[in-house]
């Protein structure tokens, strides 16, 4: 995961879709790690969260 904001406005449809792809299966691991023990970096959760919905954002932008 990239700490700054990516510019997603650059990237193409196929491209978007892969990160898309990474960061969700990224959120589900984390999601299912969590029900087990405490997470040290809380924030990363929402971070992956706000990603996700600024490529979905995008890819409806580019429709």
Do not use: H, P
């Amino acid at each position: 995961m990239k700490n700054k904001k990516e510019n997603f406005k650059n990237m193409k449809e196929s491209e978007l879709k892969k990160e898309l792809a990474t960061l969700q299966k990224n959120a589900r691991v984390i999601r299912f790690k969590a029900e087990g023990s405490k997470s040290k970096n809380v924030k990363e959760v929402s971070t992956l969260r706000k990603q996700i919905a600024r490529i979905m954002t995008e890819l409806n932008r580019k429709k």
